[in-house]
């Protein structure tokens, strides 16, 4: 268990939390690469299968991050996944996956410090939950 | 993207110049847009924050039609457009020329690093020794002689700042690609001749220019040894010294330009010659430079002096027409007399340092310290009117920006230590909260809730606390009292002054300032010079926030577009290049894998033979290849000769830093002939930047991302961009001011237009508005205005007609109308324009309507103009201010009744000089340029008494025979009651919009809650509807006076044209569609699109999306419960292949 390094799938919005994303990058700020960014061009448009997908495919934490709110460059898309990923976290443990392993959070296009802080937290109680479960119990 | 011949400058690339530049752009013309500093964004680069939203937003500036013409991504890393071609580091060196042919060069610095070869690693950085001001982060932090201007910037190549570089070559010696070239050949050989009568000031000057600057020196004693000097030997600049026995300065400028006209000098003065040297620089010198010298200034001055002469000029550009938007500088509190300590407390500010501490990207990282010793921030204080509103540091004006900024300030600070836990007091010190804008006051009501104190009075010193833990302020409140307050740190909202180089810009165009030094408009306009086709944008005329700055920005666009238009500019490009990309829709996928090895910084110990085998397991990976570096131009060639030979119809590469790709892949695109969309760059850089934990990091890494990269692209589509017809029509409601402006800008570039008038005649308010205040005659703008609309070709005007219904979308809007007459008829348009207006408001307040001597302002105008009324025969005259406004339920300020109570008691003091006024107010609103008027009315002895709304004044009507008015009201200074006997009271009740609820619902667009116009975003869409085609303007948008209604008409008839431009408008390649086979009819989609994009189509029974609406967020697909709905590019089967890449 003290080598679990948890692999963590993270839906970003192409406006903010890419943004912040590469300006971690460019900026050379040091941040657990445990994440795999997929872009999306607003957390509103992220499918509540495309959550339970990437957790049932073995992620063991699944990020979604997008515009703050009032920041959202189509108006409202983030309510939207504020929505979304409050009744997903309910209807998690039903499919076997604490609520904990999936997580919302609104990271702007310059705070690319706060990109690499929220991956270092995340990757930190992913350690504390331990591996994902759900892959080994359920036959998908 | 259609294209013209036209073609325009813009000079400055803040967010004026960038939303001209787009506006021309998408209309058509070529754009060309110079930036002095290496970056675009101007000083929204560094502001990360902006009211109402507390956030950012700012890339709603972004193209919503024709999207995949200009770049998709966060507008703070950069912009691209198909029709904009942007030159950073480039000033304007001369322009030549009629309007509509302007002949300009510009002049482009160079610098030491060459940006086709820097690959961004930040090797540079690391070894370079030289420490610096940070001027990003407002001088807060440091960085070095070689550096990123901004972090998050595109294009992110390093540059080195020649002023403080000590060329020790340590950056060129760590460049892995060589793009360094510091050696600069050209200084040694550059002689510049130092012309003094002090030995010292020669020796030293040598010295310095010698051994740091690296140039070669000459000296002479006196001017006749200097003109010797030059005619024998001569010289590349000369340092004159003004004060010498003998022949001075001056004359031997004198002397030296007749021999050699284009000698650059520079003079050097004491501090009491000072004027002097401002006027030989009217004969001809160059710049001067003050003794004594400092030589960490003076040696960077004279790098810049000769880097601008040594700089070749070119290239030169024929333009139809220049928009200069240089946006505006800031006033530096070290300048002014009474500093507040700024420069000697570190916990002392300006508002822009302040901006930096809050941001993410500043000294320290968002986290509330203080400078001087990183401890938490506990209690912040505003001082407001630092250099504004303030005759000693010659600015009697007001900046409009600082008070609603110290607000949002105030409000973000306060989120902030909210989400850190922490406590954090805030208090702004004002003389007037001047919250003059649509929805200001609500913002300010709304801080004022969540905590943020209100002190009026002026703040009188501010020194260090005797305990040396934090500052202490000592300030008088309006009734006099002094209080002493504490804060550990003190910000000061400083003002606006016009931006660095306006003054040479504006002498070069030969354009007017004003006595500020702003550029001088023309009468009503906000954006017209004296020269035609040279206009002003964003704030570069003056005092604007960021949302006047946008409205004023496409105001400026259009007055050009007209003069490029009016040259012949808008013809259609002939051999305008359409591109013709293969056909692959019916291919399976056939992937090239393009992998740069970054010179095998990236590869480094990878098994290539392994991963291009493993790669190549997927079928559609038909080549896998490795490239050094794709990033330079020969890389570049490389790829785009694997391509050539191997003709794949998907192209992966795997570099790094996919943003710079974005206009590279365009070009690629056009030279394959493969749609750029079937193209994609992805970053496997960063993969091998820090390995994890795994046996073989980087491979797993690099491989992860590229078979990610390779399941996106395998669903890539290659469909094309759906396009909606356009009617090539506009429709204007209303026929004031602003809807005749709007009409004739879109008629003046020969589109026909209908303008509905609901009354009898065009006009509206400018029928009762007699002057300005600064004494401009109304009535020849109206009648000029009225004859020009009458008589245009291109205009139909519809009098005594309003609209009864409407339907439609951009591109196509079906109105009915009905006449007088009760006869009904349809128009067709593509574009809606609401102009319909405003009134004063009617009030009960303050006994109105009990006495003929209650009056409005509105009346007093009339009364003033007709001669009912006589100055005179008054003793005392009361005005209030704020009637019924302000306060809820019209919880807004008008704007303009301040201006208008200082236009009519200024009248009145100037018709009868022993005249007494006295006005009650809350906040004068003399914004911008009025400031002045407002301290011309005091000087002529206006009494101005604050009240507030729990202490209103109260109007009584005398039962005696006379009936006289007596006004009692809390004198706050004397704190005291005092009742005035008034002859007239003249009550400013403000604006209210006349925009029928049923008009707007009828184009589908909304009212805010004061029933104005809702703008589909305050700050970067101000005059649009969130439904595209629909725009608003004049005083049912906000209130505002003449100029600035026609600035917001302008404005509305260019984003208006935009949409007619063309017969086809084409939407962005991300965009949502319907499975129909799948769809059940659910009409979730409908609901949840926030554009009204979607609609059922019940002849089909089936869900349409209209392509210009739709702006592909997805919403629609994710409430899909059937995956019918979907986007072009996020397809659910994509998305879900990525998620297995991404786990694999």
Redesign the interface.
Known sequence: ME?F?P?I?AFVC???T???A??A????L?YP??V?L?R???T???????VI??LL???DGVLVSG??P??C?????NY?ARR?IKLLKEILPQFGFEPERLRLTWI???????FAEIMRELVTELKELGPSQAKLKMVV | MQTKIGKALVIGGGIGGIRSALDLAEFGYGVTLIERTPHIGGILSQL?YQFP?????M??MLPLVERDASS???L??GLFHENIDIRLSTELASVEGEPGQFKVTLRQEKNPVNPELCI?C?KCVEVCPVDTADAFNAGLSTRKAIYLPV??NIP?TYRIDTGVCTQCGACQDACPTGAIQLLDEGRITFNILVVDDELIVRDSLKEWLEVEGGFQVSMAESGPEALEHIKTHGCQLMLLDIKMPGMDGVEVLQKAKELFPDLPVVMMTAYATVETAVEAMKIGALDYLIKPFDPDALIPKVIQIYQNLSTPVGPELEVGAIVMSGGTSYYNPAEGKDTYGYGSLPDVVTSIEFERLL???GPS??KLVRPSDGRPITRIAWLQCIGSRDTQSDADFCSTICCMYAIKEAMVARERAARDGAQLDTSIYYMDMRTFGKSFQRYRDRSEASGVAFKRGRVHSVVPDPSGEDLQLRWVATDGTVATDHADLVVLSVGQRPAEGAQALTDMLGIERNPWGFVQTEAFSLTRTARTGIVASGAFAGLKDISESVIQASAAALAASQTIHGAGGSIGLKDCPKTIYDDVARQLPRILVAICTCNNAVTKGLDQAALVHRLQNDPAVKQVHFLDHTCTAEGWQQLEDLIKKHRPNRVLIGAC?P?VYTRKLKQLGRDVALDPRLMEVV?IR??S??????DNPTAA?IE?ILT?GIARLRHASPNPVPTVPVFQRALVVGGGIAGMTAALSIADHGFEVDLIEQSDQLGGNLHWLHHLIDGQEIEPLLTETRDRVNHHPQIDVHLTTRIVAAFGQAGTFYSTIEDGDGQARQLTHGAAILATGGSEAATTAYGFGNSDRIITQKMLEAQLHDGAIDPKALKTVVMIQCVDSREEPRNYCSRVCCPTTLKHALALKNANPDLRIVVFYRDMMATGFMETYFTQARKAGVTFIPYTLDGKPEVAVGATGDQRLMVTAHEPFLDRPVEISADRVVLATGIVPSLPQDLVQAYGVDQDEDAFFQEAESKWRPVDA?KEGVFACGICHSPRNIGESIATAEAAAERALRIIASERVASGS?IAGVHESLCALCERCIE?C??DARMLDPDGERIVVNPVMC?????C??VCPNDAAY?EG?D?DQ??E???A??N
């Open positions: 080598n390094e692999v799938v192409n406006w903010c890419y943004t912040a590469d300006l990058g460019t900026s050379r040091s690469k445990n795999r997929i999306v061009m607003c509103g448009m992220v499918d509540p299968q495309y997908k990437a495919e073995g992620a515009c703050h009032g920041d460059h189509y108006i409202n898309g939207k979304r702007g296009a310059s705070d690319g410090i706060q | 990360d939203t507390n956030r950012c937003g890339c709603k998709q991504f966060c703070r890393k961004g930040g972090p998050h992110n941001s993410g990207t990282g968002g830093l943003y970053d960063s993969a930047l820090q390995p994890e934990a795994s890494g992860r990610m969130l991300i949840a926030p554009y702006q592909g967020c997805g919403a697909a994710a986007v996020f659910a998305v879900m990525v998620i297995d991404a786990l």
